[in-house]
């Protein structure tokens, strides 16, 4: 987005500034002795430019996400969009995408965005971010890493309330959108040859609203994570380099995290999303020049390309690129961050969902794991914590069904993921368990 709309969208979003600085003033320490602390963003954090032709591809929605609106099922969210300057048939598409998302998380709080269709000028297509960070009470969601910057509706989602404690519902999603773009407004995931699919831009800029998102920058010469605030963000515990050393490692600011945020060597962390790639982290884009508004904050464009099922959150959309598949590696992602998944867990090959129970979740002491259905091969539990690290291994034979991790009561209270892999097959699952 260039710098005169998005003067002309600050004047919408000043007002909501405002209002939240005004409350802010009010804000208290919580009976548990919790007090929050809240940073308001002064712009998107993407402004997604078109990409370069590399041919027609087609990407539908995922089969999972088909499946529960078959059944005329009931949506795992609620979005409630704020529309400004749509047409009929934008405003269509909008909606098509933000269903897609709705049937993709899980949410018992409305998730609201404030939707700007307008001239954005030059080359950007979209743009967007959430509408404020803020640190999650820990008493009420134990899962949540404290002192950490969460995008407002995962906030909401964690705590189970809107966070501004008001009773007000007010918006945790800014998106705006280009008007005067040659845009293909159709819900098949079929455009042609030179046209950018609008369901595919409002897809991946939802996806940064609810925290695809890190507060990183650079200069050109020096880079920042939490870029002039105090904390990084929950995306940022995720994210380290090819020899693993996590990008929190770093002196902030730094010239070492412009090195690494040019180095073509960033990967994704999160047990769950490496699981969905197959066991190898997920890279993210980190081209050799920090580009603004792309850099650190996308899948990188080379390893999915268009057409490629998780192409969805890579920096640019091209033309003839129809993606209505968010991709398992980034829903991944978004588990790993906090986000439920619409249906449960993520799956992989033999695996379902309901043929495992964990218990008791949250844990204290021990954890247990059933795999309901008996499965007849040989299966090894890891316990992760949220580094990546293996902190215990349990191996089931054929012949149990239920396999318990004990002595866990010196584990600091925080969340872990446990991960079940089949020795035969390699195929594995991964979820999130919380210890307190
Ligand atoms: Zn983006």
């Known amino acids: 987005m260039n710098k005169t709309t998005f003067t ?5 979003k000043l007002s909501f500034f405002l209002g939240v600085l005004f409350f802010s003033l009010n804000i208290t320490a919580q009976d548990n002795g919790f007090v929050r602390q809240q940073f308001i963003p002064d712009g998107p954090i993407c402004r997604l430019p078109p990409g370069e032709y590399t041919g027609l591809t087609s990407s539908l929605r995922n089969e999972a996400v088909l499946e529960k609106m078959r059944g005329g099922g009931t949506p795992c969210s609620n979005f409630v969009v704020n529309y400004t300057g749509f047409t009929p048939e934008a405003q269509t598409a909008f909606q098509f995408a933000v269903d ?51 995008p407002k509706a995962l906030v909401e989602k964690l705590e189970g309330s809107d966070t501004d ?18 845009f293909y407004f159709g819900l098949d995931a079929n455009p042609p040859a030179n046209q950018i699919d609008f369901v595919t831009v409002v897809l991946h800029e939802i996806g940064h609203g609810l925290g695809f ?8 010469t020096i880079g920042t994570v939490i870029n002039g605030t105090t904390r990084n963000t929950i995306y940022d515990e995720f994210v380290e380099n090819g020899i693993g050393a996590s990008i929190l490692s770093f002196t902030d600011p730094s010239t070492d ?55 969805l959150m890579t920096p640019s959309a091209a033309q003839g690129e129809g993606n209505h598949n968010i991709g398992n590696i980034t829903l991944g992602f978004f588990e790993d961050m906090g986000w439920s998944i619409c249906g449960g867990s993520l799956t992989v090959d033999e695996f379902e969902v309901a043929d495992i129970e964990i218990s008791p979740n949250p844990f204290t002491s021990s954890v247990s794991i059933k795999l309901v259905n008996g499965f007849n091969d040989d299966y090894t539990v890891d316990l992760i914590d949220i580094n990546g690290r293996v902190i215990m291994t349990e191996n089931k034979s ?39």
């Open 100 to 150: 897609i998302w709705s049937f993709s998380i899980e949410s018992s709080v409305d998730i609201i965005i404030n939707a700007n269709f307008e001239d954005l000028g030059g080359n950007t297509l979209g743009a967007a971010g959430p509408l404020g960070y803020f640190t999650v009470d820990t008493n009420i969601a134990p899962e949540a890493m404290p002192n950490t910057w969460y």
């Open 8 to 12: 002309m969208n600050t004047i919408t």
């Open 398 to 436: 054929a012949n149990s069904d239920t396999i318990t991790l004990s002595n866990l009561d010196k584990l600091d209270n925080a969340l872990y993921f446990v991960k079940i892999t089949n020795d035969i097959t390699g195929a594995t699952i991964t979820k999130r368990v919380i210890k307190n």
């Open 213 to 220: 998102t890190s507060r990183r920058s650079s200069d050109g």
């Open 257 to 311: 995290l412009h090195v690494e945020f040019t180095s073509g060597d960033l990967f994704c962390n999160g047990p769950i999303a490496v699981g969905q790639n197959g066991g190898v982290p997920p890279e993210f884009f980190a081209p050799a020049s920090y580009t603004p508004g792309s850099s650190y904050a996308h899948w990188d464009e080379f390893i999915y390309p268009a057409g490629d099922l998780n192409a």
């Open 165 to 182: 404690n008001f009773g007000l519902q007010t918006p945790d999603i800014s998106a705006s959108f280009s008007s005067t773009f040659n």
